[in-house]
């Protein structure tokens, strides 16, 4: 039958009896309910309470009052259903370029998503700054946005405290005359209820040198705004990177070593690695010995408590230690936990030399979880006592499949148990996947508590699945569950959770309640326990179908598709610039251009030889959504940008790797030319 043949009969077919989600949960359409001339794209927020989500459409909504191409909207529950608002204002400007394809971009919101900070090309007030300039706005829902300051270049990363009150961002601009005295890099600015003040400077109020600071990521400010966290200098001829925190008007070394042995290696380059939310537990990464423990020249991890000043290694930092820390580790909310990837083994014996292997540390030390292992994408509940991981690796020995699945790992038992198989099905060939958000990211996909779990999979897991296009799951009390209708041809797309759990918001284009009827249009649904509408008052002949997912005239696109096409695609590199030594010496970044045969996380590590030994370079992460081209961008490190500033040729051996696939490639750069 052909593939035209067999989708007419598929719509003619009686539709199945779609099953209702499991956990006493029930669905509740969040986006309107009558098409529209823009399409639904992304989940980008969630209250604490699951009442309240913030996403993005392209192309404004009903009731916008500005033409954004990637528009930003607010759904807010109330007693009979969702609203969708705009969050849109009179004098933003429709912006076709791609390059401004977000006119009005959300930078940080409060818990309860009614307090905005915005970043601007369009002018959002009388007056304000449009393009090329940019503004930054505060704006709570119900008053007019507040311009907090207008700049000539774009001003990012940044950091934004939980009330919103605090914003902290980098800038090339000289936006004070305290940093008149810079002629290399960024600093960093902090706006604040009083006002604008510079955060990297030291104790007196001066630049720590003449060299610029960075923002190292959005976590580097607590919570509260009270402490935040910066690298400094970024030029690798000023010197090596060192850590500092600027807590009122003091500023601390937070990477000062306390390494008193008469062979204590050479200074390194110390890397921000993270924070938690409340700033008491800041996390380095460096192949410098910062204690006297510490007697290997490997890339290891430390703890820095900020009340007591203690710092101690998290590796075991030993001249047996093989491996070394491969990317920043997920920490717990107090920084008692963590778990870290390594390249190679930390423990004498335990784990697989040449590979990627995961690690959990505790109080109790250090233990190996999977080798190899290399999670696709992780998240860990708020102890850190669960994480959640997607990975090709096979842990557990009846995983032969060679797709994504996902397993949990409880630290309490230190056991690890895949919850993409199922009463049906879990070993099929199909991947299993999650979205990936951070500790304190307000839509996630495993609860606080780690008690419950969600995940996508077009595998028919259990039998109230009838279909193989992607579903959402939900693992809880050891059993799985159904967050989707599992009937159909519509695939449905997990977004996330409440911090709870309670509320699970997923995308499809099925229309699942009578109030649905857009005709197929995509749409957020939440499946939220105890929750629900009456749709005794929606008009049944405008449904359809709408107890189940409606057939759909499109070819599905089964979650298998990206594992199928890792199997018969390639990972390439794409044509490198050949400025890109000069990119590398003037931005300390190398901007890679791949082509993905799936989605999935892409990482690079660079390796060449300088001072007659091979060492780590640079690193890099790229998440692809879908198959096609993705750029990556490499930080290298300082002791490559000098040599390459010198004149130097560095051969640079890069390492692609998006599971199960992998490219070695070799690089060579000079300054003023490339190959």
């Given at each position: 039958m052909g593939l035209l043949a067999a989708t007419i009969a598929l719509a003619a077919a009686a539709p199945a009896v779609a099953a209702v989600p499991g956990e006493g949960r029930a669905w509740e359409l969040i986006t309107p309910a009558d098409p529209v001339d823009a399409t639904v794209a992304e989940l980008l927020s969630m209250g604490a309470a699951g009442d309240r989500i913030l996403y993005r459409s392209f192309g404004p909504m009903p009731g916008a009052t500005?033409?954004?191409?990637?528009?930003?909207?607010?759904?807010?529950?109330?007693?009979?259903?969702?609203?969708?608002?705009?969050?849109?204002?009179?004098?933003?400007?429709?912006?076709?370029?791609?390059?401004?394809?977000?006119?009005?971009?959300v930078w940080g919101f409060d818990s309860q998503l009614s307090k905005f900070i915005l970043r601007s090309f369009s002018p959002l007030l009388p007056g304000a700054p449009a393009s090329p300039r940019f503004g930054i706005y505060r704006h709570q829902l119900g008053s007019a946005p507040v311009l907090l300051a207008d700049l000539e270049s774009a001003p990012e990363p940044r950091a934004i405290s939980a009330d919103t009150t605090r914003v902290a961002f980098s800038s090339d601009e000289h936006l004070l005359p305290s940093d008149t005295g810079r002629t290399l890099g960024q600093s960093i600015y902090e706006l604040t209820p009083t006002g604008m003040r510079q955060v990297d400077v030291n104790s007196a109020g001066s630049l720590l040198s003449t060299c610029?600071?960075?923002?190292?990521?959005?976590?580097?400010?607590?919570?509260?705004?009270?402490?935040?966290?910066?690298?400094?200098?970024?030029?690798?001829?000023?010197?090596?990177?060192?850590?500092?925190?600027?807590?009122?008007?003091?500023?601390v070394e937070v990477s000062l070593s306390r390494c008193t042995r008469p062979d204590c290696n050479e200074p390194q380059d110390v890397e921000f690695a993270g924070v938690t939310p409340s700033g008491s537990v800041v996390f380095l990464a460096t192949a410098q010995q910062l204690t006297d423990d510490d007697v290997n020249a490997k890339r290891d991890l430390y703890r820095f408590d900020v009340a007591t000043e203690g710092l101690e290694l998290v590796t075991p930092g030993t001249a047996a230690m093989e491996g070394e820390i491969y990317e920043h580790p997920v920490v717990s909310s107090d920084g008692s936990r963590a778990y870290l990837q390594a390249y190679g083994r930390l423990l004498p014996g335990e784990g697989v030399a040449n590979e990627l292997n995961l690690y959990f540390a505790d109080e109790a030390g250090l233990h190996l979880i999977g080798a190899p292992m290399s999670p696709n994408n992780l998240q860990i509940s708020r102890d850190g006592g669960v994480a959640l991981i997607s990975t090709f690796s096979a842990p557990e020995g009846t995983d032969t499949d060679g797709q994504l699945d996902v397993y949990r790992y409880d630290a309490g038992t230190d056991s690890l148990t895949r919850l993409s198989a199922g009463s049906s099905g879990g070993n099929g060939p199909f991947s299993a996947a999650f979205p990936g958000t951070g500790i304190?990211?307000?839509?996630?996909?495993?609860?606080?508590?780690?008690?419950?779990?969600?995940?996508?999979?077009?595998?028919?897991l259990i039998a109230e699945d009838h279909n193989e296009v992607a579903d959402v799951y939900e693992w809880s009390g050891g059993q799985l569950?159904?967050?989707?209708?599992?009937e159909g041809a519509d695939p449905a797309q997990l977004e996330g959770s409440s911090l709870d759990g309670g509320t699970v918001v997923f995308r499809s284009s099925a229309s699942l309640l009578?109030?649905?009827?857009?005709?197929?249009?995509?749409?957020?649904?939440?499946a939220r326990i105890g929750g629900g509408f009456d749709e005794s008052s929606a008009p049944p002949e405008t449904c359809g179908p709408c107890t189940a997912a409606r057939a759909s005239l499109r070819r599905p696109e089964p979650a298998t598709a990206g594992a199928a096409a890792a199997k018969r695609g390639r990972l390439k590199l794409g044509r490198v610039g050949k400025d890109l030594a000069g990119e590398i010496v003037e931005s300390g970044r190398a901007s890679l251009e791949l082509t993905v045969p799936a989605p999935g996380r892409v990482s690079a590590v660079a390796r060449s030889r300088l001072a007659g030994k091979s060492t780590v370079v640079g690193r890099g992460v790229a998440g692809a959504v879908r198959p096609g081209r993705v750029r990556l961008s490499l930080t290298v490190a300082r002791a490559a940008r000098q040599a390459l500033r010198e004149g130097r040729e560095l051969r640079f051996q890069i390492l692609l790797r998006q599971p199960p696939l992998r490219l070695r490639r070799t690089l060579a750069l000079e300054l003023g030319g490339g190959k």
């Open positions: 500005s033409g954004d191409l990637a528009a930003n909207n607010l759904g807010i529950r109330g007693t009979d259903g969702w609203q969708s608002d705009p969050l849109s204002f009179p004098y933003s400007i429709p912006k076709l370029d791609i390059t401004t394809l977000v006119g009005t971009e610029g600071s960075s923002l190292p990521s959005s976590s580097a400010m607590s919570r509260s705004g009270e402490r935040i966290f910066f690298v400094h200098p970024t030029d690798p001829s000023c010197g090596t990177a060192r850590v500092y925190m600027r807590e009122g008007d003091e500023t304190e990211a307000d839509h996630r996909a495993v609860s606080i508590d780690g008690q419950r779990a969600f995940f996508e999979t077009a595998e028919p569950h159904l967050v989707s209708s599992g009578p109030r649905d009827r857009d005709g197929g249009d995509r749409d957020l649904y939440a």
